[in-house]
Every structure is written in C-alpha cells, then in structure tokens.
C-alpha cells in the first residue's frame, strides 16, 4: 500500500494530490450520489443521516463527536477505492482519507472503526505525515492520532 503511492503515483504530482484532497474535503456530501459501482460499496447507507452542520468530510473530520456511522461509511469507502483499479480517487487521496477517518474515530471518539492493530495505523499516521502535499490542518489531526498511538 505504502510504496505504491511514493512519488508521482499513477502519474499524479504531489501537487496534483494535494488539490485532489483539498477538493475532495471542501466537496458537498451526498452519499447517494456519490456512492460507488456495487463492486466498490464497502459499506450500506449510515443509519442516520449526518447532523446539519456535517456538509463536508473537512467538516466530517474536524467536528468535535462525529457520527461514528459516517466515519465507518467514509472510511469503507477510502479502502475500496484505494483497493480498486477504477477507484475514483488517486489511491494515495484514497489513502489520506481512510486513515483520517481511523484516525478521527480515536481522536474525538475513543472509538475503533478498523480491524488494524495499533501498529498498523501509526504506520499509516505517519506515512500521511510524510506526504509533502497533505496541508498542516490535517497533520495536525495525524500527529494527535499517533500521540495517541504511542501513549497506548
């Protein structure tokens, strides 16, 4: 997973993914609309809609107690479309976006929404610390996520 997206992935620039990501985090949510081909729907419809003020995944990932549903839903869908060919996303934004809902799910909700160890996420914390392109809000989320990670 990491080694795939080191460089210019997929003939992305580093700049490139960043606008990627900045676009896709400021994107009006509309889960029905957006909603991958079967073959990538990891996950059904959340069970409650998102609160009013949840328009974005920016949104999504900085409120202070986010639908846990959501992050799962967000976070399903990141993997399936890292983990396919035809993904909509860069796998390396694809990347960005799962481990942000992992990492937001412990942050602000002391909640695990993934069967990776502990080990694992930290990896991706700081694989996503790595990336030039990832703006510092995010970072900042990252380096709570693996302070975190590492008092555990």
């Not at 081909?37 to 059904?44: G, H, K, M, N």
């Not at 974005?56 to 202070?64: A, N, Q, V, W």
């Not at 990896?123 to 995010?138: H, K, S, T």
Request: glycine share 6%.
């Amino acid at each position: 997973m990491m080694a795939a997206t080191e460089g210019g992935e997929g003939g992305w620039q580093p700049e490139e993914l960043g606008a990627i990501l900045r676009h896709q985090l400021a994107a009006p949510l509309d889960w029905e609309a957006t909603r991958a081909p079967r073959e990538l729907a990891a996950a059904s419809a959340p069970a409650r809609p998102a609160p009013a003020e949840i328009r974005t995944l920016d949104e999504l990932f900085h409120h202070p107690s986010p639908p846990v549903e959501l992050l799962r839903l967000t976070k399903d869908f990141a993997k399936a479309n890292r983990e396919h060919p035809s993904g909509a996303l860069p796998p390396a934004v694809a990347t960005v976006i799962y481990f942000a809902s992992i990492a937001v799910a412990r942050v602000r909700l002391g909640a695990r929404i993934t069967s990776l160890d502990d080990d694992a996420v930290r990896a991706g914390c700081e694989w996503v610390l790595a990336q030039a392109w990832v703006d510092e809000q995010a970072r900042e989320l990252f380096r709570a996520a693996k302070r975190l990670l590492d008092l555990a």
